[in-house]
């Protein structure tokens, strides 16, 4: 079962995100507070991660490095979503190693289309 990590430090989109994912099958591991992440998914072993960016510190940004920064996520993917829809966030986020990057509000079947893809890729 693919196991994904959320991270958001507002519960009722972590809710929302764990209702929607289970419904798909995937099993998911919320966290609200970003400090805890790496701690977290060390432990856990996510399959994929999905980031909000904009959160206390660590931010979104700062998370996705410190996560590539781990040898054993370097090569989990990322999938950000976040309410910032602007170019030059986009390109921090990738910069900082994001595989894909989607904007709230964001249609459910996307979600899970994306997340399907990065599941065919590594099987």
Known sequence: MTKIMIVDDDKLVTDLL???????GFQTISINES??????????????????LMM??????????????????????IIIITALDDGDSRAVAFG???????TKPFHPDELIERIKEYIDVAE
């Not at 764990?18 to 798909?24: A, G, M, Q, R, Y």
């Not at 996510?46 to 909000?52: A, S, Y």
Request: aromatic content about 10%; overall charge negative; proline content about 9%.
């Open 35 to 52: 400090a805890k992440a790496v701690e977290t998914a060390k432990r856990t072993n996510p399959d994929i991660f999905l980031l909000d």
């Open 18 to 24: 764990e209702k929607l994912l289970s419904i798909e």
């Open 96 to 102: 900082a190693g994001a595989n894909d990057y989607l």
């Open 56 to 77: 206390p510190q660590p931010d979104g940004f700062r998370l996705c490095r410190m996560l590539r920064e781990e040898p054993q996520f370097a090569f989990t993917p």
